[in-house]
Every structure is written in C-alpha cells, then in structure tokens.
C-alpha cells in the first residue's frame, strides 16, 4: 500500500531534521536508521498501551491528528484550530468535541485496526458535521511504521460506499447532537469519555473491505494528497511565513501537546539507565544527594569505557553558583552531575549553555544531571541530548553571548530566548496552568517549554517518585484552570510523557 511519490519523498527528506541519532544499543547502522524514525506513541511501551501485547491505535492516531494540527497551523481533525467548543482529557492528552459548530473526526467511533501483509497498519473513522458523517479518514502508520498519513476516502471507492451508512447508522446509536449543537451519547444523555464522566461504551465498527484477511486490496482509495508524513512533521515547529497561509496565526492554535520518535524514548531511557548503573549511584547519585544542603556546588564527571562500564570522578566542590566536574579518570565524557548549593534542582541556563559547549568538545557527551534539595526532599533533573545537530543549530542561532545573562544566571531578558523563557515561567508563578504530570520548579517549566520550542535537540526531565527520570512537556494553549471561572484563558498543559 503505497501513497504517491511526492508524499513519500517529502517524508524522506524530512526524516533527518529530528528524527535521526546514534546509540551504542544498536547493532548497525540500518539498524539505528530504522529505530531512530519510528514513532514511540506506538511503542509498547507507550500510554496508548493497553498492555505488554496490545496498543489502542485509533488513541494514538487521534494523538497525531492533534499533534499535526498544533504544529503545522492546520485543521485536519476538527479538534484544533476549529470553532468546535473542546474539552481535553488531560490523562492521554486527547481533545474531544463537546459542542459542535463544524466539521471533526470522532476518534471515538472507529473500525477494527487493519494490519495489512504488507505492514500497514490503519483504523477507519468517520468525519461529522451536524451530525451527519460527511466523510471516512483513515489513519494510516507506514513505511515500516515511520510515517503517519490521514488519508480522506475517495467517495466513489467501495470503501466509502460501503461503508458510509455503517458508520452513520453507528453515530446515531451512540451518539445525539441536540439543537445547540451539544453532544451526548444516546444511553445516558450526557457526556462521555470526558474526566469525571462515564466511559464510552462504543463498540467498534465492523466495516466492508474488498481485500483478503480483513486488510484492503491496494493503495486506500485516497481522494488527494493526504496530511501527514514522517516523524519531525509532527515535532518540529513550522514558521508562520513558511506555511503558505501568511501567517496569520490563531488564538485556538496551541502549541503542540507532546510527541517523541522513539529516539527520544531511546535517550531518556539511556539516561535512566546510567542513572541506576550501581556505579553511578554509588559513586554520584548517592553523593550528589548528600551535597544538596552544603554551601557550595559539587560536580562530577561520568566517563564511559569500550566495555559499557562507567567511570566516576571525585566530587569536586565548586562555588555557591557554580561547579565543574574534573576530568574523567576513563572513557569518553559521557555526562556529568553536579549539585545546586541548598536550592532547588531546576537547571539554570547557565546549566544549559555549559552543557552545550561541552557537547562540542567532547562528542560523546549525552546527559547532564542536576541534584537540589526540594524542602527537604532530594530532586534530581536531567537534560538529555537527542539530536546533536539540531544541537549545533540552536547555538548558531541563538548564541550565548546575546541570550544568556551571566550576572543573572538565567536567560538574557529582551533576547528570543529569554522572552520566551520568562512569559512562561511567570504563567507557572501565577499558577495558570493544569497539570497532569508531576511538580515543577516554574523555571524547570519554562526551561523545558523552551527546550521544545526552539527545537534545540535536548530535552528535560525529572526523576519520579519511583526513580525514573520522565521527560516533561509543556505546551501553552486555551485553559480553563482548576477552580476557577470556567473561562478558557491563556494558559499552560504540563504533562509527563511514560515512556
């Protein structure tokens, strides 16, 4: 099951920008290319993981609709960018429609997964409009589960024929859109699927297909260039002059909600490991923790040998705001830890610019631990490096030298980092925010919107209750806050990703 060569090609050449790396776990260099493209919201282990054997794909195919949406100022799904009113489900970060005034895809109605011989594997759903099913969009994982398309089902084929009055006659059994435009579902009158309502209780939609063992003979009956592509098309952030439209922006816009390639699950999972290697514990984490009420800094260094082992350098104490490890006693500078002088363990941007530049000297450089003390409690932080290019990118464009503040430690006020940096943190001050992940120093939050937002190839995350480190997601868009008026302001979503 192919889509046309343009399609293809524009996922290819966009596959490097974020989505490719190196990791010693990987045998070959085929391999890493493979592993490094694939999407991680339909690893096993992702949230849409019903268990060891099992994975909701049509959760995850609404993820990426959304996702697509937010980052490429587009409406594909009805959920972003559109006049529908939303609510989102902050536990799998999916939105739903509960009150219609335009089209969207109803991700919660939808087929049996499909998985063709070939390896495709896609999920039919129905587009509605004042409540009638104006069209089928098929989510479609391909080329070895490294591109997502949404593919809208030529209405002359025998797909959509087919199957059309199935899926309408399936909307009216379970779901009713009264005058206003609100949705409920038939049995109960109310809404479902939504925090503090009743699950929906909808059964997949048992389709027609013209192929053999359930799967669809020959490339889905597209009716045109379909949205969707390979992984970076739903990370990276499109420039509001490049998209065609003029840039005009929206205020339903929000930024993205959250997506890895697996190799963002494969750094953070990296990052886990050395941090419960019994080396490094023993040798930092058991020690930095103990630093996190002294007077100054201590850092160390981990170097890592040819045989996988680390090497842990002696702590070395630092100033009250500053600290270095000493050079690694064997194998490459892996990464390195060091403790904040009785604060807190958010990393300061002085943290990251001197992570960066030690990328450049030292290739094999891959993650930096922060330790601080939480009232009484030890916290730890990580940033993690994923893609050095995009590394190198950011530092090119965003300097140092003009957005970093050294009387300050923090990020240069004015600079296009530093205003990004600051308009999020004093969101997280003021407690505009809804949060499903875990708590946050408002700097952690501003630096790990930050992170994402320039693309900058690193990301943060934040050693749980039960010691894994769990990467954070920020993402600023409508809000209703917890307690407040109801109204939908400007705010943020913070999230952890499980994975």
């Given at each position: 099951?192919?889509?046309?060569?343009?399609?293809?090609?524009?996922?290819?050449?966009?596959?490097?920008?974020?989505?490719?790396?190196?990791?010693?776990?990987?045998?070959?260099?085929?391999?890493?290319?493979?592993?490094?493209?694939?999407?991680?919201?339909?690893?096993?282990?992702?949230?849409?993981?019903?268990?060891?054997?099992?994975?909701?794909?049509?959760?995850?195919?609404?993820?990426?609709?959304?996702?697509?949406?937010?980052?490429?100022?587009?409406?594909?799904?009805?959920?972003?960018?559109?006049?529908?009113?939303?609510?989102?489900?902050?536990?799998?970060?999916?939105?739903?429609?509960?009150?219609?005034?335009?089209?969207?895809?109803?991700?919660?109605?939808?087929?049996?997964?499909?998985?063709?011989?070939?390896?495709?594997?896609?999920?039919?759903?129905?587009?509605?409009?004042?409540?009638?099913?104006?069209?089928?969009?098929?989510?479609?994982?391909?080329?070895?589960?490294?591109?997502?398309?949404?593919?809208?089902?030529?209405?002359?084929?025998?797909?959509?024929?087919?199957?059309?009055?199935?899926?309408?006659?399936?909307?009216?059994?379970?779901?009713?859109?009264?005058?206003?435009?609100?949705?409920?579902?038939?049995?109960?009158?109310?809404?479902?699927?939504?925090?503090?309502?009743?699950?929906?209780?909808?059964?997949?939609?048992?389709?027609?297909?013209?192929?053999?063992?359930?799967?669809?003979?020959?490339?889905?009956?597209?009716?045109?260039?379909?949205?969707?592509?390979?992984?970076?098309?739903?990370?990276?952030?499109?420039?509001?002059?490049?998209?065609?439209?003029?840039?005009?922006?929206?205020?339903?816009?929000?930024?993205?909600?959250?997506?890895?390639?697996?190799?963002?699950?494969?750094?953070?999972?990296?990052?886990?490991?050395?941090?419960?290697?019994?080396?490094?514990?023993?040798?930092?984490?058991?020690?930095?923790?103990?630093?996190?009420?002294?007077?100054?800094?201590?850092?160390?260094?981990?170097?890592?040998?040819?045989?996988?082992?680390?090497?842990?350098?002696?702590?070395?104490?630092?100033?009250?705001?500053?600290?270095?490890?000493?050079?690694?006693?064997?194998?490459?500078?892996?990464?390195?830890?060091?403790?904040?002088?009785?604060?807190?363990?958010?990393?300061?941007?002085?943290?990251?610019?001197?992570?960066?530049?030690?990328?450049?000297?030292?290739?094999?450089?891959?993650?930096?631990?922060?330790?601080?003390?939480?009232?009484?409690?030890?916290?730890?932080?990580?940033?993690?490096?994923?893609?050095?290019?995009?590394?190198?990118?950011?530092?090119?464009?965003?300097?140092?030298?003009?957005?970093?503040?050294?009387?300050?430690?923090?990020?240069?006020?004015?600079?296009?980092?530093?205003?990004?940096?600051?308009?999020?943190?004093?969101?997280?001050?003021?407690?505009?925010?809804?949060?499903?992940?875990?708590?946050?120093?408002?700097?952690?939050?501003?630096?790990?919107?930050?992170?994402?937002?320039?693309?900058?190839?690193?990301?943060?995350?934040?050693?749980?209750?039960?010691?894994?480190?769990?990467?954070?997601?920020?993402?600023?868009?409508?809000i209703v806050v917890p307690g407040g008026n109801g109204i939908p302001k400007n705010g943020l979503n913070i999230s952890k990703l499980y994975w």
């Amino acid at each position: 099951m192919k889509k046309n060569l343009f399609l293809i090609l524009f996922g290819i050449l966009l596959i490097p920008l974020s989505c490719r790396t190196e990791f010693d776990s990987l045998d070959t260099e085929s391999q890493n290319l493979v592993k490094a493209k694939k999407f991680a919201v339909f690893s096993k282990s992702s949230p849409f993981a019903k268990n060891a054997n099992s994975l909701d794909y049509a959760e995850a195919f609404g993820y990426l609709a959304q996702r697509y949406d937010s980052v490429n100022k587009s409406n594909v799904s009805g959920l972003v960018n559109t006049k529908n009113i939303i609510t989102h489900n902050s536990d799998k970060k999916l939105r739903s429609v509960s009150k219609s005034s335009a089209f969207y895809i109803e991700f919660k109605l939808h087929s049996k997964t499909v998985f063709e011989e070939d390896g495709d594997i896609w999920v039919l759903f129905p587009k509605i409009r004042d409540g009638k099913v104006i069209d089928l969009v098929a989510g479609l994982l391909t080329e070895n589960e490294t591109e997502v398309y949404y593919i809208t089902i030529d209405k002359t084929s025998s797909l959509f024929l087919k199957n059309v009055d199935l899926y309408q006659k399936a909307f009216d059994k379970y779901f009713k859109v009264d005058l206003s435009g609100n949705i409920h579902t038939v049995s109960t009158s109310a809404r479902c699927g939504f925090p503090g309502s009743l699950a929906c209780e909808i059964q997949e939609v048992i389709i027609i297909v013209n192929g053999t063992g359930g799967g669809y003979s020959g490339p889905l009956p597209g009716s045109g260039n379909s949205p969707g592509g390979g992984c970076p098309i739903y990370i990276e952030y499109i420039d509001d002059n490049m998209d065609g439209g003029g840039g005009n922006g929206n205020q339903n816009n929000p930024d993205p909600i959250g997506v890895e390639c697996e190799v963002a699950s494969v750094s953070v999972t990296n990052a886990n490991n050395t941090l419960h290697d019994i080396t490094v514990k023993t040798k930092m984490d058991d020690v930095l923790k103990s630093k996190i009420n002294a007077s100054n800094e201590f850092a160390v260094s981990i170097g890592k040998n040819s045989d996988g082992t680390f090497s842990i350098s002696n702590p070395k104490e630092g100033g009250i705001t500053s600290g270095s490890g000493p050079a690694v006693t064997s194998g490459n500078y892996y990464g390195d830890g060091h403790s904040h002088a009785g604060g807190k363990a958010d990393p300061s941007a002085g943290d990251f610019y001197e992570m960066l530049g030690t990328m450049f000297s030292n290739p094999y450089f891959e993650v930096k631990y922060v330790y601080g003390n939480d009232f009484g409690t030890p916290e730890v932080y990580a940033l993690i490096v994923q893609d050095s290019g995009l590394v190198a990118a950011f530092l090119a464009n965003y300097p140092k030298s003009s957005n970093y503040d050294p009387a300050t430690h923090t990020f240069q006020r004015g600079s296009p980092v530093g205003t990004e940096f600051f308009n999020i943190k004093e969101l997280a001050t003021a407690g505009t925010y809804i949060n499903s992940g875990d708590q946050y120093g408002s700097s952690a939050i501003g630096l790990a919107y930050i992170l994402e937002k320039f693309n900058t190839g690193i990301s943060l995350a934040k050693l749980d209750a039960n010691g894994n480190l769990k990467k954070i997601n920020i993402s600023q868009e409508p809000i209703v806050v917890p307690g407040g008026n109801g109204i939908p302001k400007n705010g943020l979503n913070i999230s952890k990703l499980y994975w």
